[in-house]
């Protein structure tokens, strides 16, 4: 390098000589490492071309081969559905020609049988068309005979008329005039022998279908009870009830109205009273009294009127079962509580509740019987007595208070009717009404259903007794089903059958003219032979 600091020529062109050799050196190296790069991805690109075709060959003789499997399968499959369908027809085909063949002989057999029939009517034909001749023929000859028989009647009538000096208008007047009395009189006769007979099966009827209901209906006996006892726990209760100077007992006394008896019967206090509510609400005031032993005025009276509540839930509880029981439905609220109630009222020793159940139960039986409304029945019986719960409150009798209640509270005019109607005071207007006296006579006249002192009982039976031994040949006779029938025992060789039948008369006679009862009693005379003998 000169001193001037630059390059010599000659180096300068040495050095761009080197540096464009380098490049050339370098574009050339360039390109053959491209073109080597390039050749080799060529190479890879031809042999994953040549893999792909190898694949795709592979492949497409698999799916030629698939294709000529499913081609056969479905070939054979069609030749079996062909081959089926063949089947089908073919025995399709057989039962339709068996079915025209098995037409075809029912026609010919039709055809031989209207064939047979033809010839048999053309048969008929001519017979009838004989017979027809024939019975022209005797038409023609009667006609003749009519002819003469009329001639020879009106000659014997001309004969009649001369012989009798009667025409036969008048002839005829005179044997109209015997027929209508003799008609007349066989009329009158025919009227009474069927209503008499009317009257007997009407009779038989009717004690038939009471005699079921009774059957059918089986009740209680009850007794009236005016009076309640209390059992104590011990003698010191009794003071207690008393209270200091009388006031507990004068407080119970005063709140519930009924009489509080403490006297020396141990261990015991007796209620009387005549309303069966008022006497039970005291029993169950005392009960809640002796189980809560706080006996003093402020408590009884708090015990009353809590019993009072509970008889009232108790009433209508007792209201309701009997309606169930009955099988009455859709009463009004009120009428079930006052049914309730009718359980602490007793007429004549029996429950009135309970009777006028037994008089439901028998009026639909009797109903039943007779084709009328059951259920009408029912509900009528059952409400019959509603009255007896209020007559002690509401003034009037109790079949008047009854009628009333069942009206205000909407019951059916033949129910209200049979209310008002049961003891005859007002005029029956329905069958349901007169079925309902029948159930409500029935009810009270069956044996025990009222009270009769036992007493009076016996002496009544004694009674029916002796009159039975009162007459000759009576070897002995029993008084049975509480005095509603006789059985008397005759000695046979005193008295025949007819004599027999004969006693049961004056039997029966004596003890309607000598002894009062209710209802009906019944003569049963029995008259029995017996002859043994012993073998040896």
Known sequence: MGPSGLIPQGDATSTIIVILVAAILGIGAGYIFRKLSYEKKLASTRGTVEFLLEDAKKNADLTLKDAESEKKALLLGAKEEIQQYRTSIDQELKERRNDVIEQEKRLVQRETNLDRKDENLSRREQTIDDKEKVLSQRSEVLSQEQLKIESLIAQQQQELENIASLTSDEAKEIILTKLTEELKHERAVLVKESQRQAEETADRQAKNIILQAIQ??????????????????????????????????????????????????????????????????????????????????????????????????????????????VGVHTLHPD??????????????????????????????????????????????????DLGKALDHEVEGSHVEIGAEFAQKYKENPIVVNAIASHHG????????????????????????????????????????????????????????????????????????????????????????????????????????????????
């Open 216 to 325: 059918r209906t089986a009740s209680d006996l009850v007794s009236e009870n005016t009076v309640s006892v209390i059992s104590l726990p011990n003698e010191e209760m009794k003071g207690r009830i008393i209270g200091r100077e009388g006031r507990n007992i004068r407080t119970l006394e005063t709140l519930t109205g009924i009489d509080v008896i403490i006297d020396d019967t141990p261990e015991a206090v007796v209620l009387s009273g005549f309303d069966p509510v008022r006497r039970e609400i005291a029993k169950m005031t005392l009960e809640k009294l002796m189980k809560d032993g706080r006996i003093h005025p402020a408590r009884i009276e708090e015990m009353v009127e809590k019993s009072r509540k509970e008889m009232d839930e108790r009433i209508r509880d007792i209201g309701e079962k009997a309606v169930f029981d």
């Open 335 to 384: 009428l079930i509580k006052i049914l309730g109630r009718l359980y602490f009222r007793t007429s004549y020793g029996q429950n009135v509740l309970n009777h006028s159940i037994e008089v439901a139960r028998l009026s639909g039986i009797i109903a039943g019987e007779l084709g009328e409304n059951v259920n009408l029945a029912k509900r009528a019986g059952l409400l019959h």
């Open 425 to 536: 005071d007002v005029e029956a207007t329905s069958v349901i009404a007169v079925i309902v006296a029948i159930a409500d006579a029935l009810s009270a006249a069956r044996p025990g259903a009222r009270s009769d002192s036992l007493e009076n009982y016996i002496k009544r039976l004694e009674k029916l007794e002796e009159i039975s031994n009162s007459f000759e040949g009576i070897d002995k006779s029993f008084a049975i089903q509480a005095g509603r029938e006789v059985r008397v025992m005759v000695k046979p060789d005193v008295l025949d059958d007819d004599q027999t039948a004969l006693l049961a008369r004056d039997i029966k006679e004596k003890i309607e003219s000598e002894l009062e009862y209710p209802g009906h009693i019944k003569v049963t005379v029995i008259r029995e032979l017996r002859s043994v003998e012993y073998a040896k």
